[in-house]
């Protein structure tokens, strides 16, 4: 798999692609952030608050107020971690806070994200045949609210 490249790949580009979230709906990723004390903080993030844009630049929605979000706004640095299609894929990014939305239906802060380094890994000797998955509670109201989170997103 691609060391160190500064894209994606066309399968995570695919899974991230804001197209058929209920299809996606199961697929959680752990966005990875530094609180001021310097120690990491994890946060787990759906297809519903994160898009690709194109294979090297992403965008993503987060609550506002959140360590995460704060952590971000501070940094302008996160990185996520996915594990998908047989392999963990680590992805840095470099992140500017947008102008806020008006009109948005659902107050969110949003970030462009730059891939500053994407890793696939896979090993010689075992398969990953299982991420972190979720199970919406309420399938029809949450991906709703995805899709129209993503709709915002594209702007």
Known sequence: MSLNAKQLPANLYELLNGENLADKQHEAMMLLTMDESMWPHTAMISVGEIIAITPERLKLSLWP???????????GKAAFVVFFDGAAHYVKLSLEKLPELKGAKYHRERFAADIVSYKGDMAKYAAITSGIQIELKDPDTVIKRWEETIAELKY
Request: proline fraction near 0%; charge should be positive; avoid cysteine.
């Open 65 to 75: 107020n959140t360590t995460t979000t704060n952590n971000i706004i501070r940094t």
